[in-house]
């Protein structure tokens, strides 16, 4: 069973019908008990830092979820549920995160056209479960106007090049997250939540 997290600024039905086309049972819940009960966790999301974050909190879900990570269960945050994760965002204002994954969310640098919105590649930097079988250089699905830098490069699967390189996928200890939505990603995506359904 997956359990998503929904903190009311989330796309959920995408990744919710995704995962029950590939075969996989799913659970769209925002009840603190239920995350603290999930096998594998997700955490989606569109919106405000801010806002998700004060939505997490006074949900209760903040320290479910935190407490659920940190005992080792396989988590996924997807865009914004990706800088949820982080230590802090400087979006509208400096923010703390969950601070799972040490590092700052940042805006994507002037000059660029802002949101980042299309196909771009996915530079693979080692192999991982999360990306078995998923094809180097393939194309997936961006809409953001921030962006996520790990204190340690260590934690970076993949990059893409949207005027600079940037993470696209992180990897730290039971945690994995994309800056792309992957249930927007056709085929590639579909493997990315099949092989995380399967870890």
């Keep these: 069973m997956i359990t998503v997290v929904d903190y009311k600024l989330n796309n959920l039905r995408s990744i919710e019908n995704t995962l029950r086309r590939l075969g996989h049972e799913v659970k769209v819940t925002s009840d603190p008990a239920e995350v603290r009960h999930a096998q594998k966790l997700i955490l989606p999301g569109v919106g405000a830092f801010r806002d998700a974050m004060k939505n997490l909190r006074d949900m209760g879900l903040a320290e479910a979820f935190v407490d659920k990570v940190k005992a080792g269960t396989p988590t996924l945050g997807i865009c914004l549920g990706m800088h949820l994760i982080f230590t802090e965002s ?72 949207y005027g600079f390189d940037f993470p696209a996928i992180v990897h730290f200890e039971n945690i994995w997250a994309t800056q792309f939505h992957p249930e927007k990603s056709q085929h590639v995506g579909e493997r990315l939540l099949d092989n995380f359904a399967r870890l």
Excluded: C
């Design 90 to 161: 400087e979006e509208f204002g400096l923010h703390k995160g969950l601070n799972l994954i040490p590092g700052r969310v940042k805006k994507l640098p002037e000059g660029l056209h802002v949101p980042h919105m299309g196909w771009n590649q996915l530079h693979l930097k080692r192999s991982d479960r999360l990306t078995r079988e998923v094809v180097p250089e393939s194309f997936v699905y961006f809409v953001h106007s921030f962006y996520a830098q790990p204190d340690s490069a260590e934690v970076t699967l993949a990059t893409t090049d």
